[in-house]
């Protein structure tokens, strides 16, 4: 079965800290995404990386093809960053359908 | 700026009760997803269309219809609303193109059924 593992489910910060979510994954996969969702249900896109590394403000994201492993970094965390993150893959053989991780849910402290 | 609107924020239902979902997308994208969103169980597709009346079941199609008359326009049915359908559900679209496109999501539709 294609899974999507992501890693912590949980996770507290205090601001200003550097913070690191995991996600890895079972097959080979065309992209990957990284999501955000904050209270209230919407959900924004904020990276899709078939190889290689993607950053965009205090947000990274890189991808190691090869381990079957993505990592999203935040940079100087700010309690506005807390919100749920969801890796997402497509995998080659379901087109243009994703599978989701679970979310991690992260809480910055002010 | 590009946007997938669905219809309701929130909205309270009977058991029993036709329910509708629509989700409208400003795109001219060719791909329509509907997922639910339940604590736990993260994100599951429910139907997707990949064209103008094509429709493909996802992982969990059951107790669900869906329509796609127009390609900007994709809304699900819940022909006999049950209390196990309460959850937050989700419109998202794509290009076509596997995995080379990104995805637009809407704000979600949170369906309580009593």
């Known amino acids: 079965k294609n899974e999507v593992e992501q890693s912590p489910q949980n996770l507290t910060a205090q601001e200003g800290e550097f913070i690191t979510i995991n996600c890895s994954y079972s097959?080979?996969?065309?992209?990957l995404h990284w999501l955000q969702q904050h209270p209230g249900g919407g959900i924004v896109s904020l990276f899709m990386?078939?190889?290689g590394k993607k950053k965009h403000g205090r947000l990274i994201a890189t991808i190691n093809i090869q381990e079957k492993h993505s990592s999203l970094h935040i940079t100087a965390s700010h309690p506005r960053d807390s919100a749920v993150y969801i890796c997402?893959?497509?995998?080659?053989?379901?087109?243009?359908?994703?599978?989701f991780g679970e979310g991690t849910q992260l809480t910055v402290n002010p | 700026d590009v946007k997938v609107t669905q219809s309701s924020r929130y909205l309270v239902k009977r058991t029993g009760e036709k329910v509708f979902l629509e989700c409208v997308q400003d795109?001219?994208?060719?791909?329509m997803f509907w997922y639910r969103q339940d604590p736990g169980l993260g994100l599951r597709l429910i139907y997707f269309?990949?064209?103008?009346?094509?429709?493909e079941k996802g992982d969990i199609p059951e107790g669900y219809s869906v329509s796609r008359e127009k390609k900007e326009r994709f809304s699900l049915i819940l022909e006999s609303a049950s209390t196990n359908q309460t959850s937050m559900y989700l419109c998202?679209?794509?290009?076509?193109?596997?995995?080379?496109?990104?995805?637009?999501f809407g704000s979600g539709t949170r369906l309580t059924v009593v």
């Open positions: 998202a679209s794509s290009t076509q193109g596997v995995g080379l496109y990104g995805y637009t």
């Open positions: 097959v080979g996969i065309s992209a």
């Open positions: 990386l078939s190889s």
């Open positions: 997402a893959v497509n995998y080659g053989t379901s087109g243009s359908r994703l599978t």
């Open positions: 795109m001219d994208h060719e791909n």
């Open positions: 269309s990949y064209d103008v009346k094509m429709k």
